[in-house]
């Protein structure tokens, strides 16, 4: 529904038909379509998961995010990460950044001087993982080193457990149990 419209729909019947009221709405309607599109692009800007391409660039460029991945949603997630890292950095911080990371549940946790990354809800290495390291090395203090946990499928909850249909949804990295340690 446009202002014009919606306008004239609050007023009195006997008023719709004025040829000054008329005039008024159709003068003040393109100026308020105007400041409605500004509004809503700004509350796009100020909702990470609603930008747009164009929302992207302009976080990009305010954050200094100069390497910018691929798709929107991977975009989206990094702009969050940086965002949440201009606070003091702290365990929390980190687990808020991995929440924000798309690719299922993390678990941020510091155990025996370490941050220990891990993945809790997907098998093997996730994609774009790249992104959430480059986030977490970017906030984290530069003497703390970080252990990445990954989970993968075992050989006790495949044998005699799954069928072969069942064993071939998941890929080959996904069949083996390693934790990497940078």
């Given amino acids: 529904m446009s202002f ?3 306008m004239l729909a609050y007023l009195h019947r006997i008023y719709r ?3 000054y009221i008329n005039a008024f709405l159709t003068a003040f309607n393109t100026p308020y379509t105007k400041l ?4 809503t692009r700004l509350y796009y800007l100020l909702h990470f998961n609603l930008l747009d ?13 100069t390497d910018a ?3 929107i949603t991977d975009r989206q997630s990094k702009i969050k990460a940086k965002w949440q890292s201009n606070k003091k950095i702290s365990i929390t911080q980190i687990q808020e950044i991995c929440d924000l990371w ?7 946790d510091f155990t025996e001087g370490k941050i220990q990354i891990e993945f809790i809800s997907s098998y093997g290495v996730p994609g774009d ?3 959430l390291q480059q986030s977490i090395e970017e906030i984290k203090p530069a003497h703390l080193p970080l252990t990445w946990l990954f989970k993968y499928l075992m050989k006790k909850e495949i044998h005699n457990v799954m069928t072969k249909s069942e064993m071939q ?3 080959k990295n996904q069949y083996c149990n390693v934790g990497v340690e940078e």
């Fill in 4 to 6: 014009y419209s919606e």
């Fill in 17 to 19: 038909n004025d040829l």
């Fill in 36 to 39: 409605q599109t500004v509004i």
């Fill in 53 to 65: 391409e164009e929302g992207c660039k302009w976080w990009e460029n305010l954050l200094n995010i």
């Fill in 69 to 71: 991945a691929s798709n």
């Fill in 102 to 108: 798309q690719n299922g549940e993390i678990e941020a």
């Fill in 129 to 131: 993982l790249e992104t």
């Fill in 169 to 171: 949804t998941y890929t």
